[in-house]
């Protein structure tokens, strides 16, 4: 690890003017990804500004019948809130498919959101990688576009002949799965003042700009995450497909959503995880499911929809039949009974 | 942002001084000077002379350094000293009873199950058991409580008898 300088700001004005004054700074909240890239070199700043001691480490009702997420809450002390359980339980349920009790007791919902991809080129600074080479951290490419992607995107990366930009990269969040699916807002304050962010908008896909997980602007801080009125507490299920049963990266994650009227689907939501830069969401596959009874006959023009335009690299080909499987498994199981994780 | 990042020209301009740091370490109040980048891990194993808990990936991924943070089970690998002055931080070398020195139920449960072979994994184990009895969300089944465990992996082996001496010590406690 580098030597960097350490501060505790006393406010969030502070972290502002102290994070927009130098590109080389850092957020710390819970560290369990931050602190794992610093060791392997990937990141590399100049200062670290720890900011558990300011004031977003609750969660609370809002005005609207929504719940509002402090950014400094635990991913544990989130799944696990009783409000969260009740209104929320896919949220609740796709936060404990992720990572391991030690971990979830450390890392926050704010950090969460900025977790880096697990793709191992990006890992090593000796391999081409367009994220990293940015930053003069290693040459630029995309080793993986060409090398071993198993666990690579299948949908909106960017795959340029000259490999000036290219970038196959995953997002790797759970939480942010379900988030999306729920219509989650990002609040954020920066040297420009507040401002709210769908999560829809929130990550974003690599195109010209790999280097870019999201469209937060230099400064800004992550304050909370709001949670609108809509739960879909009676239909959901999050399907987390992966290497092992526990405590690994999904290949494929998908979390649904449903509203039912009867037999019959009243509103739809689909997320997709491991597939793309970020949680993939189209609302015109959504809106093929409503009015609808659920069948696999029904759902396969639904998965259709959602998985248009992908495509493999060579090893993680797989992943479009996969992802195809898992939408119409998960849909399926949303409307029958009350899905946990599997 | 794109041009400043020179290896050379990210090195901080003045190498930062150690810094007074004073932790809360098995019920005592311990004082060291610490560089920000020291990890808890390396302050207890290093500074602090607690070698019990162990180093393994140093990444998050086996456990082995689990200890105990206000009561809650963490990778001190992946968390820095200094962030912890107002904590109070829990080793399997402050399980046991200080006025008496018997075990913590968990570690005798260990022993008397057999629950290792070679025993590097075993702090960060017990730790991670401790850890979970305190969160309240398992129930004495073997399912749960692997999946609850996850993030202690044992290479040796022992989980069948990791589970037996985490259920006998539950069915105690009922």
């Known amino acids: 690890m580098n030597p960097f300088a350490y501060s505790r700001p006393a406010s969030l004005a502070d972290t502002v003017n102290e994070l927009a004054g130098s590109s080389r700074s850092r957020i710390i909240a819970g560290g369990t990804n931050l602190i794992d890239l610093m060791k392997e070199n990937v990141e590399r700043p100049a200062q670290l500004i720890d900011i558990n001691r300011l004031p977003f480490s609750t969660i609370d009702e809002l005005p609207d019948g929504g719940l509002r997420l402090g950014a400094l809450v635990t991913n544990a002390d989130t799944a696990y809130h009783p409000l969260v359980e009740q209104r929320y339980p896919l949220l609740s349920q796709t936060i404990l498919a992720g990572a391991s009790p030690q971990l979830r007791n450390m890392a926050t919902n704010g950090g969460n959101l900025f977790q880096r991809t697990r793709c191992y080129y990006f890992y090593d600074t000796s391999m081409p990688c367009n994220k990293r080479a940015a930053t003069n951290n290693g040459p630029g490419g995309c080793a993986a576009y060409g090398g071993y992607n198993r666990i690579h995107a299948i949908l909106g990366t960017t795959d340029d002949t000259n490999g000036q930009s290219s970038c196959v990269a995953t997002y790797p969040s759970d939480m942010a799965v379900a988030l999306t699916a729920l219509d989650a807002v990002v609040q954020v304050t920066g040297p420009n003042g507040d401002r709210s962010i769908p999560m829809a908008d929130f990550h974003r896909l690599p195109g010209a700009e790999p280097w870019r997980d999201n469209t937060t602007q230099p400064g800004e801080v992550v304050t909370a995450i709001d949670l609108p009125t809509r739960g879909f507490p009676d239909h959901y299920t999050y399907i987390k497909v992966r290497d092992r049963s526990s405590y690994a990266f999904a290949l494929v994650s998908v979390a649904v959503g449903l509203e039912m009227d009867g037999d019959v689907v009243r509103d739809a939501r689909i997320a997709l995880g491991g597939v793309a830069h970020k949680p993939w969401r189209k609302s015109e596959a959504e809106q093929l499911l409503i009015g609808k009874t659920l069948s696999p006959e029904t759902i396969r023009p639904v998965a259709d929809a959602l998985l248009a335009g992908a495509r493999g690299y060579g090893h993680n080909d797989f992943k479009i039949e996969l992802a195809h499987r898992a939408i119409i498994r998960a849909v399926l199981k949303s409307g029958l009974d009350n899905g946990a994780v599997e | ?174």
């Open chain 2, 1 to 174: 942002m794109l041009t400043e990042t020179l290896p050379v020209a990210n090195a901080p301009d003045a190498l930062p001084a150690t810094r007074p740091i004073e932790l809360t370490i098995n019920g005592k109040k311990r004082q060291f000077r610490l560089a920000p980048w020291t990890t808890l891990l390396d302050a207890l194993r290093e500074y602090a002379n607690l070698t019990g808990t162990k180093k393994g990936c140093d990444h998050g991924q086996c456990g082995a350094c689990t200890v105990l943070i206000d009561g809650k089970r963490v990778n001190a690998c992946l968390t820095l000293a200094v962030m912890h002055e107002d904590h109070t931080i829990t080793t399997i070398e402050g399980l046991a009873d200080s006025a008496t020195g018997q075990f913590h139920p968990l570690q005798q449960a260990f022993i008397d199950h057999d629950a290792f072979q070679c025993g590097y994994c075993t702090p960060g184990q017990i730790c991670s058991a401790v850890g979970m009895l305190n969160e309240g969300k398992v129930e004495n089944k073997a399912d749960q409580i692997r999946e609850l465990m996850s993030g202690n992996l044992c290479r040796c082996g022992a989980y069948p008898h990791i589970v037996d001496a985490i259920q006998e010590v539950m069915n105690k406690d009922r």
